[in-house]
Each structure stands twice: as C-alpha cells, then as structure tokens.
C-alpha cells in the first residue's frame, strides 16, 4: 500500500468513527426521549426485554407483568429494510447453522433475562449509573473475550450464499403483521391476543407513533453505522479496532447528558428500577449473553438489522430470542427484579438454564470449527 492509499484509509477510518460517534449520539437520545416518553425507567430501549414483552403480548408467555407488543422492535427491524434498500445492501442470504444460531439465541436471552437486560440495556443502564451494571459490564467483556478465543481457535459457523429473495423477505413480512396487530389492535377470538400489561413494565410505554418513530429511527442509524453493542467490545479486544465502541461510548454519554437535562440519574446499587445486586449472577447472565451473542454474529440489535438487511442466519438467531423469552418466562429461568419482597436475582432454574448455556456455547465453540478451504464469510 502507497502512502497516498494509507493516508485515504486513515481519513476513511477517522470520518467513520467521527459518524459513528455522531449516531451513537443520535441513538442515546432518542432512548432517553423514549423513556421519557413512557418506557419503563432505565429502559428507553432494551431489545431482549422488549422481544420478552411482544412475546407475552402473542401468548408464548403468560407472565402478566411483561405483556405488550412493543412497536419499537419491528419498526428497528423495518427502518434498517429501508435503509438497506436505499443504499442496495438488501441481500438475501444464508448459511449451514440455523438450528445452531436459534440456539444461540435462545441462551443469549436466558443469559439477558437473568442480568435482566441486554448489551444495549446495560449501556442505558450505565448511563443512569445503575451500578449493578458494571458486574453486567464485566461479564459482557468476559463472554466476548471467550467469543474471540473460539474464533481464534477456528470456531465458525459456515460461510452464507445468496438466498431466494422470498426468505429475506419472511421476517419482515412478520414484523410488519405485527406493527398492523399492534396499530389495529385486534383481539383473536377468545384468547385476547395481543395481551397487555395493566402493571408493571409491560404498562409503561411511550405512545405508538413515538415508539414507532424512535425505532425505525434506530434502526435506519444502525444499519448504516454498522452498530453492534457486543462487536463494540469483540473489534476492540480481537482487531484493536475502537470505532464500534467510540459509538457505544457515545450512546453512554449522549444518553448521561440528556437525563442531566431531563431527569433520570440516580447513581447507586439499591432502588435501582428493574435491576437486581446479585452480582454473581449479573456477572454470569451477561457472560452468557455477550458469548452467545457474540457467537451468533451480533448483538440482539444487531440480529434486527441484519435480518432486516435479507439475512436468514439472522432471522433464525431473532427466532430463537423470542424462544428463548418465552422459555425464560414459563420456566421460571428470569432474575426477578430486587423489591420489598427480597434482593432478587434468578432462581435456582434460572442459575441452572445459565450453567447449561454456558456449556452449550463452549461446546459449540470448540467443535465447530471453519473445514479447510472454506471462506470466512
């Protein structure tokens, strides 16, 4: 490489991490302003609590708390369709591991659910100094950094080919069903469906058009900005390549400020909204979500997004998080949240379903491995 060609790809380099930055502020306002608009408190956008919730709303859970179907997930996944069909980076495609991928999905949520939040939740969490998150924080490095030790190893998942466009097409198709469900309201016969949450969580939520703007906003930003809160972590400590979490630093802080404005920081380990002090155990939940995740490809968000963008092997992943939500709520397998009633923390399910993810994704991590000649994408 010419000096002249190092010196373009330096500028690119800074001008991609300045946007990126740029949108992570972007994003860590429109969560805060979401929150402020009526999601739960440290929780203007968690994409695995909110996949919990439109899961209760369908009926694959019946804990009455977490039932509502949030308009922000479809919208993210739609916003980052339109996103990906203006710039023509629709592209329809899959790989070999789908029943792997929903697995991973699976455990990824279970892991999510007992920190009771995921990599992006953790950020929010973070910015209102919630400082149960920083077991979560470590956690997350942990499972990433085991994530990278496996793909070092040679863990791979099967390269993707080109896919019909109908499949691309199939989870989007899902969401916008949903967006009508949720707009429209209908309720199925005797069932009631789509549930909703008279207390707790599941009540507080921003108005639809506000939900609806501010996720199709998020995800139109991530998809260009590449955005993954758990490849933040992964480029830093595999590539030393910080642009990603420069962004996720500006999501922090964007979102810091704005509740300095606003309202919203309580910096502390008790009274902590929907949180738990069970350090162990947010230690490990989220040791188990940023491994699967990471494993998996990206974070929940970044599973939206590229689903969005065509992807198969992302849809499966998505799939498996609803699964894993619903498993997580029928099961007793979630945290419960620290109250009047006890410190809170998972169960004795709940610390079983996260041992028994953790080996699932050890084990695929060793023994999946890429065959030689096989392509790393």
Request: charged share 10%; aromatic share 8%.
């Amino acid at each position: 490489m010419g000096m002249g060609e190092a010196g373009v790809t330096a500028r690119s380099r800074r001008r991609f991490a300045l946007l990126t930055a740029a949108g992570g502020g972007l994003i860590g306002l429109v969560i805060v302003l979401l929150e402020k608009a009526g999601n739960p408190r440290n929780m203007g956008l968690c994409v695995s609590c909110f996949e919990r919730d439109i899961a209760g709303a369908l009926g694959m859970h019946r804990a009455a708390a977490v039932q509502y179907l949030r308009p922000e997930i479809p919208a993210m996944l739609l916003g980052a369709l339109l996103a990906a069909l203006l710039f023509g980076e629709f592209r329809p495609r899959w790989g070999p591991a789908a029943v792997v991928r929903f697995f991973l999905g699976v455990f990824a949520t279970v892991g999510a659910l007992v920190f009771l939040g995921c990599s992006w939740r953790l950020l929010v969490r973070l910015s209102a100094l919630d400082l149960n998150a920083l077991t979560g924080l470590a956690g997350l490095v942990a499972g990433v950094s085991a994530a990278v030790f496996f793909e070092r190893r040679g863990f791979h998942l099967g390269g993707t080919r080109p896919a019909p466009a109908f499949t691309g097409a199939i989870l989007p198709a899902v969401m916008v069903l949903l967006l009508l469900v949720a707009v429209l309201g209908p309720a199925f016969g005797d069932a009631g469906v789509p549930f909703s949450s008279v207390k707790g969580p599941g009540s507080q939520h921003a108005p639809l058009l506000i939900a609806l703007a501010g996720g199709a906003a998020i995800g139109f930003l991530a998809q260009r900005m590449r955005l993954c809160t758990v490849g933040a972590f992964r480029d830093s400590i595999a590539a030393r390549d910080f642009r990603l979490l420069g962004a996720a630093g500006a999501i922090v802080a964007a979102a810091f400020g704005a509740r300095l404005v606003l309202g919203g920081v309580d910096p502390g380990f008790a009274g902590q909204p929907i949180s738990h002090a069970v350090h162990l155990w947010n230690f490990l939940g989220m040791a188990l979500a940023g491994l699967a995740f990471a494993l998996g490809g990206g974070c929940p968000g970044r599973q939206l997004v590229a689903a969005g963008e065509g992807s198969g092997d992302a849809a499966a992943f998505v799939g498996g998080c609803f699964a894993g939500a619903a498993f997580a709520h029928n099961l007793a397998l979630a945290a419960a949240p620290a109250g009047p009633a006890g410190p809170g923390g998972p169960g004795p399910w709940g610390q079983a379903a996260v041992v028994a993810g953790l080996l699932f994704c050890v084990a695929a991590g060793l023994l999946l491995r890429r065959r030689a000649g096989e392509p790393a994408d």
